[in-house]
């Protein structure tokens, strides 16, 4: 499953979440406190502080437009 590292409070992650949402990806959401020396998990499993990241399994994607894009490549199609 995927791991979307995101914050209520960042608009790049509420685009993220919406769009995964359409395309009807399932993802299990981890919220990250606002201040980046508190993001030990984020770091741990992705080598930054951050957000918005996503992981699936060894794979590290960080920025939007590419979390967005991969998502649509799992989904097979070109929505959006």
């Not at 508190?38 to 502080?49: D, E, I, S, V, Y």
């Not at 998502?71 to 929505?79: D, H, R, S, Y």
Request: net charge positive; with cysteine; aromatic share 8%.
């Amino acid at each position: 499953m995927l791991t979307l590292y995101c914050a209520p409070w960042c608009p790049k992650c509420l685009w993220i979440e919406d769009n995964l949402r359409k395309l009807r990806i399932e993802y299990q959401p981890v919220r990250v406190e606002r201040e980046a020396k508190n993001r030990q998990a984020l770091f741990k499993a992705t080598g930054q502080r951050g957000i918005p990241a996503l992981v699936d399994g060894d794979k590290v994607i960080l920025d939007e437009w590419d979390i967005v894009q991969y998502a649509k490549e799992i989904a097979g199609c070109n929505l959006l």
